[in-house]
């Protein structure tokens, strides 16, 4: 063979391992490029300030060569670009074992469509690829571009071998019939085994000698749990064998990420950089292994307009997340990935209130303007005297021809699509005036209350929006008994009815928290009444509860960028929520761009989706010693310490598109200490460049808090608009630009 791949069809290997995940430069590499080879090291220094330049615009052909003088595992790589427009355009990764015969590992094109943020911010692109015993490696440019390379550092994600190689240890184990999800699961456990350095082989039931293998034997398949639910999974060590069962094929590919999980693996944020591998697999870590797990919410997502893209679908699905959507037509990025049946199928996610029909506001899709307003202007509110139509005005809830256009529309697509689970009742965004008509007021009850919403008291019209809700669920339940009516608790209909006290029990009332407070419930005064609110909607008997949250959610604004300190508040939120209000879907609108400055959060947050009951300080331990590696222990300071912080001073922080950094959270005491630990935590991550890029991350947000706060008590220009993007971007990049050159200069 030309090159010893690590092909686990053909056989499996136990390498032992001498290093950790990332391979370190210590100058015994021979490096070089078909342009500046004078200074390519810089690439592979550590030093994020030192770069690389091709010099001239880039080619076709031209690469980067690396001759590690041995041989080494590697299965990724992650490349830091000088700045935001000298980036590949397309990029090829080979590797050789004699520098002469090259194999391509992976080639990638397109950057320039991502994400404008995320290339802006980071500059970061990854590359993954099939675990490979290697000692040559080629990055070659396959796509031409007016500008030069520019390139500040390079990770290359592997670990260096003996040749005390060993075979036969372990094997996985699959049914015949095997379903897409459970063979992924297999792949999954053998790739993450791969790159601890335990390779081992893929067999489906039949003739197979167990014997021979001296480690573990892991099997993989459905069984009958009752109690277990469609996500809930068992692992158990019976012998050496390793057994992962679950009720659905989902719930096996969970029970695999826990596997992995005890064993080291952690995903904590999207693509290879979000990773954390263990130096080598440990045998005995799973000699009494016995998992039996259930998650504390049925649903559990996220819901984000733009950016989605497989590596952010793949850290959802390992992370155990089962709700993924846009709020511009849910899960379209998803309904058009061909790989979805290797994690779970389409009616999985159909199942699990993740994906409803129409879309979430979706009173104008039964109801269209342009369809029935000329003929129907009664389908219309009544506001003033007069009948208005509008794509984002209510419909008159008491017109009976309305509520039969509902239900008509809703039974010609369920018997099209029978897959379909959860039906979207819910009102238009935006219209704060409901139909002032007699019978619809008359809905409102004897004694109409009001409610404040956008600074203005308007009439809550709770009670009427539910009548219309109730008679279009009791018809569904009865032709279709599987599926749930899912409405809102939103705007002028947000606070609990006043009359109605009891919904048909297909329906799930979906409780929307924009703006408020992101505090431990009951610690402020404006957070006081959501506990009474909340508590109102879980009396009403019948209907599941729901929440649908926004402490995520920072897009386009500058705030987005800064660091979010409310990790307790989440835990305790979703701990309340679950056990005393029995909330059994939590979903939240974010930002993607919130997670590069803030990873603890997002990641706290998928895992206590999981498991509320969760052990924070062991939680947080793992996090930092994983996360930050030798810089732990400073980092894990300044996160303590904000935390608690925030927690002292009861800082306040709002659900919605415009949070800015509290003012209270620094001042003069506390910004030398927080500029100690960084300095120290960044001297202490020396040439681990993964970790470096995470802390430089941490430094941008909080170099950029401080900025605008410094701005906006001057120029109020920066204060959120949805109409500023581009200059949002902009400013954003020259702050950060101007934080590192002044506030670090040299550190990194």
Known sequence: MIMKY?????????????????????GDWSIESNKNSAVIGNVFDGNLETTWNSGTAQEVGDNIKINFNKEVLVYGLVLTVADQYSFPRAVEISASQDGKS??????????????????????????????????????????????????????????????????????????????????????????????????????????????????????????????????????????????????????????????????????????EEGESIPDSFLPRVLDKIDIAETPSFLARGFVEPYFWDTQKIMWCVRNKINSMGTNVGWNYLFLANPGIEKIGGKDYYYANAGWVWPNSHSFNYFIPTSKYFKDFPEYFPLIDGKRVGGDWQQVCTSNPEVIKIFKEKIFEYLSKNPSLKVVSVMPNDGALKWCECEKCRKLDGPDPKEISHCNQMCRLVTDRYLVLAREIAEEVKQKYPNVKIQIFAYSVFKAPPVYIKEMPDNVIMQICQYGEPAQIIGTVDENKYMLEWMQGWANIK???????????????????????????????????????????????????????????????????????????????????????????????????????????????????????????????????????????????????????????RDWYAYQYAKKYLNLNQKDKSLVSSKNNKGLIIKQYLFYVADSLNSSMEGTW
Not at 18 to 25: C, H, Q
Not at 169 to 190: D, G
């Open 6 to 26: 690590v092909t686990a069809i053909v056989f499996c290997l136990f390498l032992s391992i001498v290093s950790g995940k990332e391979l370190t430069y210590n």
């Open 102 to 271: 090259w194999i391509t590992l992976t080639s990638e094109k397109n950057y320039q469509k991502e994400t404008p943020i995320r290339i802006s911010a980071w500059n970061t692109l990854n590359f993954s690829f099939k675990s490979s015993i290697i000692k040559y490696l080629k990055i070659s440019i396959t796509e031409s571009c007016g500008l030069p390379l520019k390139i500040s550092g390079c990770s290359i994600l592997g670990q260096d071998i003996s040749d005390n190689i060993k075979t036969d240890r372990s094997v996985i184990i699959i049914p015949q019939s095997a379903t897409p999800t459970i063979a992924f699961a297999a792949e999954e456990l053998q790739k993450y085994l791969g790159r601890m350095g335990y390779f081992v082989m893929i067999h489906k039931t039949g003739k197979i000698d167990t014997s021979r293998y001296s480690d573990y034997v892991f099997r993989l398949g459905t069984g009958n749990a009752p109690g277990f639910g469609t996500d809930g999974y068992t692992i158990q060590n019976t012998g050496k064998d390793i057994l992962v069962s679950g009720n659905s094929d989902m719930s096996v590919l969970y029970g695999t990420y826990t596997l992995l999980e005890r064993l080291g693996v952690r995903w904590f944020c999207p693509y």
């Open 542 to 696: 019948g209907p599941s509860l729901s929440v649908y949250d926004y402490f995520l959610l920072r897009e386009e604004h500058p705030e987005l960028h800064t660091p979010l300190f409310f990790t307790e508040a989440l835990f305790h939120k979703l701990k309340l929520y679950r056990n005393n209000l029995n909330v059994k879907y939590y979903q939240t609108q974010f930002a993607w761009s919130t997670q590069n400055e803030n990873p603890l959060l997002f990641y706290s947050y998928v895992k206590a989706l999981w498991n509320v009951e969760i052990d924070k300080n062991k939680f947080y331990n793992d996090f930092f010693s994983k996360y930050y590696g030798k810089a732990s222990v400073p980092m894990g300071k300044y996160f303590r310490m904000m935390m608690e912080r925030v927690k002292e001073k009861n800082i306040l922080y709002v659900n919605n598109y415009n949070c800015p950094p509290p003012k209270d959270l620094y001042d003069a005491e506390i910004i030398p200490v927080i500029d100690k630990l960084f300095a120290d935590a960044n001297k202490l991550a020396d040439k681990e460049f993964i970790v470096k890029q995470r802390i430089r």
